[in-house]
């Protein structure tokens, strides 16, 4: 090891309370054809030793570039236009290229967001990590080696002597990010740079990630910089808060103090609409005196979410609309060779939905969820079972048919950059639909257009626009629209709202169930994400590897759930460690 | 991998004797007397016709021609040229020098195409990279044929630095010239694509990580950007050869040089249908394997090949 | 400057005015509307190179359509007197070996250069590509099948196979070596619009319009192909050069067009004989041929930026 203990406790016994990292006044700008674009507008940050400090924002808020400008990883063109970068007293901005160097991995270790493509394809995991650890000079030859067997292992990969020779691609997104972190860690970094280092992973792995993630560094003693886009999180895993908002800091502080009074407007609306921390909310309001509820900030979700589980409780129940009976899907998957495996997507699964509710679908990747949801769409074929939809079995309808119950079942996908296609304006775009079913004229077609842009809140002149104008949840707006043009019975929501900012998110959901309201819709969303299920679900069945381990309304499922998987699940909801109510 | 190269010898005997019926086919099914066509304007001499005939057992019914010739094939018999050598003598006299040829034109694109790419991708914007995009650019507007003309009548005629022929032996020093005209077009290819993917590469989240590491600008650059760019340029490689083979019959015809190119060029000029149709068939089997061996490189460079399922 | 948070411990609050809240996910109303082809027309039309090569392939094109109004004098009225002549009034090129204005043999043979290269490019460009659409967007036996047929013909590097042919065609027109050429070079197109296609069936847009009701063919005409044609005509673009160096090949080779027909490839070849001589007989036509390649090469480059998806994805 190259930073032996006794000289780091002497250091900070020597500068006791001096900060390890003081950002003052950060700029950072990026150069383009019309001159120099701010992302970063007088950042200003303290983070001490041992200590965790989290960034929160939105995409485009800055909190990545701020801690990529730390490091001098700013991509292409971004450049630090103003302000100091103090790590321990020395300012990083000021540094040569050669001088930056010794400080990335020794000083300062950084785990980036994305397992998928944070590592060469093309090296043994072995190499990535043991190259680390050689850059560093924290150990040569075969002691490098073990190093690396050693730092594997305590990133929690307990067979990693074995796997040092396996390739990226060999590994699960869960076990990549372990390398990574492990990478980050191998040097015994001063201060981490963790930019949502778990994000793209599963809920249950991201808790399991994080909470290893923890006890490493609080071993080491080492400080982390945590940036996140879940308050929740955010909130659960670091004692200091950083709100950014467009590039500026708009509040910081202790975690429990901010959340539990945000003081700027956009904090407050932050935790408003926070889907971890609303469901947790819910739960906790659930429990206590109703005159008690009232700590929350006026006209955030809350109240009108509060009504709606409070009416749910109270809902006669109605006629299943869909019926799903002992539904399996088999996929044959190649091998090498000419064999072939059988994979079971959907395993013998039966539920209903219920004219006027949402029935949510939950799992995490690989649970088949979003199968059910093409089987149901009759975008994929059953293998088994039987799908009924108002009565009628829809398995292998074909002809008018088909077209007919297209027209009462519809989707809304999840990418909203993938679900519109790029070449048609937002207008035809909306008016595809009525003309595939040759339903009215032009001007009736463009009339019935106006008016669903106005359902979903645009205004009409968006139908002249293209995709790529416009913002994710504009798009996720104009694939709804599309959806209700048939004026459909069903929607089928799979992840619709999981790839927008928690804002956007608030909105769309607010949406959604404006329109339930107005319309009579019926939704099956489909989501990995529990704490949304608790805003909007009335009935919840939770997918785990094919097959339906827990179906209840919403309330059962939070209040006392009966499977291990289902409580691990609830568990990994960030927030948990936060008391509300005071 | 074992299973990759299986895989891959697996599906390169169809494509083999697919090529390989294609070119007999589109020779001898074509309306006409194909010995006449073969021949062009130029009858050949009373009795070859029929030494022909019973070669390529025109008698016969057109798929087993097409067998007897595969079989053939594989014990060794190529063809006979225009002038009745069989086509394996000429070969094994020609080929090493074709090789040589190759060999040194290869070593001049991959080495200075992915030096100045890697530059150029390096530095994608400045004055460097542009004078690259620029020269790569015309380098692939002119013909290899113009190429040759205009360097032989430049270092062979005026400067006196090269000779403007090469000897029937093609020693290595005489082949530098008449390789540079052979791998310009190519260069100017390689540059281009190295350029591109090094530039790609530079933006990859995997090379932000290896930064972070604490690694040397040096060895990020080398060890994470070069190399993952390498695999792109390998697989160009492979597809080059044909260009490499057209480029070899007019680069060894106008320097006239005796290797396999010099002979198909001999052969197509003074229209001598038999050699032709005899040697490009080897030469389309030799890019046939050729892309086998690239492929299995490739397989070597990129582990998510090679682990494929 | 003290900073504005120094206590770390401490609550801190921007000054609001500072920091207003915007409304959330407002559509910017004060933009122009623009389809993706707008955009690619935008960033082509600011590139010096894309009216430098527009202009040079519009002027080639009149050139080839109509040769007489660039020169008077008859390519075919040649005296061996002028034999390797030097350029002169009105003969700013010179003369050729058998006494032609090299000037007009150039105007004059831009003709079968772009023919071929045109006829080329539009049959690869509509076989290959209808044939790898159809077998991206369909799959099954009928993707095997036209996978396996096009390894085939990729096994024969085109100007081989045309060399093959060529030499055993008994008629040769600027069409029997367009034809030729696609024949060994449609495999590449199909192979790029198949992997295309693929990718923009796979996409949800196309899933969200086969639950829409829409049918599978409409589809394929409406969403897929549209949306797979970008690398399509870039590539194109760049074929259209590359046919008219391999046509020059085959000419020079003397193979490609008759000398009967009036073509650079045939120009450049005749002029070996009297290159120590007289260059110019040589270099000239090879300018023009490059000039042209050059012009399609750089248009190429200046669309396949223009359409590049990266570029253009998710600003």
Redesign the interface.
Known sequence: MSQPVSETVSLLEGEANA?LL?I??LEVGFETQRGIVPAVR?V?????AGQTLAIVGESGSGKTTTAQAI?D?L??TGKVTGGQILFEGRDLTKLS?REI??????DI??V?Q?PM????????IGFQVE??IK??NIAQGKEARLRTIQVLKEAGLSDAADRLKQ?P??FSGGMRQRV?IG??LS?RPKLLIADEPTSALDVTVQRTILDHLATLTRDYGTSVLFITHDLGLAAERAE?LVVM??G???????SQ??LA?P????TQ?LVAAAPSLASRRIQSVKHQAPDEAEIFSEGSLDDALLARAAEREHAAPTKDLISVKNVSKMYRI????FRHDELLAVNDVSFGVQKGTTTAIVGESGSGKSTVAKLI???ESITSGEIEFDGQDVAGLRGSE??KF??R???V???P?????????VGNTIA??LL??KIGTAKEREARVRELLDQVS??S??R???P????G??RQRI?IA?ALA?KPDVLVLDEAVSALDV??QG?ILNLLTELQTDLGLTYLFITHDLAVVRLVADNVCVMQKGRIVEAATTDEVFDNPKELYTQELLAAIPGGDFEFGR | ML?YTGKRILQMIPVFFGATFLIYFMVFSLPGDPIAALYGDRPPAPGVIEIIRAEYNLDKPFIVQYFLYIAGLFQGDFGTTYSGRPVADVMAQAFPITFRLAMLALAFEAFAGILVGLIAGLRKGKLFDATALVVSLLLISVPTFVVGFVLQLIFGVQLGWARTTVSSAAPWGELILPALVLASVSFAYIVRLTRASVADNL???????????????R?VVT??VL??SL?PVVTYLGVDLGSLMVGAIVTEGIFNINGVGGVVYRAVTLGEGPTVVSFIAVMVIIFVVANLLVDLLYAA????IR?A? | ?P????T???????P?E??P??A??V?D?T?K?????A?AWDSMRRRPSFWISSILILLILIVAVAPGLFTPIDPRSCQLSDSNGAPSAGHPFGFTRQGCDVFSRIIHGTQASITVGLMATLLVTLVGGAIGALAGFYGGILDTLVSRLGDIFFAVPTVLGAIVLMSVLPVRTPITVAVVLALFAWPQIARIMRGAVLSAKN???V?????????RF?ILLR?VI??AIAPVIVIATVSLGTFIVAEATLSFLGIGLPPTIMSWGNDIGQARTSIRTSPQVLLYPAAALSITVLSFLMLGDVVRDALDPKA????
């Not at chain 1, 003081?263 to 956009?266: A, D, L, N, R, V």
């Not at chain 3, 509307?33 to 082809?37: D, F, G, L, N, V």
């Not at chain 3, 899933?207 to 049918?215: D, E, F, H, P, Q």
């Open positions: 900060p003081q003052r006044d007088g200003d940050l303290t983070l001490y490091i990883l991509p292409g290229a160097q010794a400080v990335r991995g020794n270790g950084y980036p994305d493509s944070n590592l060469n394809p093309v090296w043994s190259e680390a850059a560093n390739y691609h060999q990574l990478i980050g040097s200091q908002y467009k500026k800091v708009v509040e910081s502080g202790p103090e901010i009074n003081k700027h407007p956009y609306r190649r091998k090498q060779g769409l009759q975008l088909l077209l297209r027209r079942v519809q989707p996908f999840q990418d950059y993938g679900s519109l296609d790029p070449q048609y304006s595809e639909p595939a079913h645009l205004p002149a968006t002249f626009r293209y790529s104008e416009l913002s949840g504009q694939a599309r048939l804002l956007v909105q | 299973w933006n990859a989240d995997f090379v932000r990580t290896a930064t972070a590491k604490g690694l040397s600008r060895r060890v994470h190399r993952n695999v460079l990129d582990p998510r682990y399922k | 400057m900073s504005k948070n120094f770390p411990q401490g609550h801190y609050v921007a609001i500072e920091t809240v915007a959330v996910d559509l109303e933009q509307a623009r389809s993706t082809w955009d996409s949800d847009y899933m969200a319009s086969v639950a829409l009701g829409v049918t409409k969403h549209p949306n253009r994805a998710r600003r």
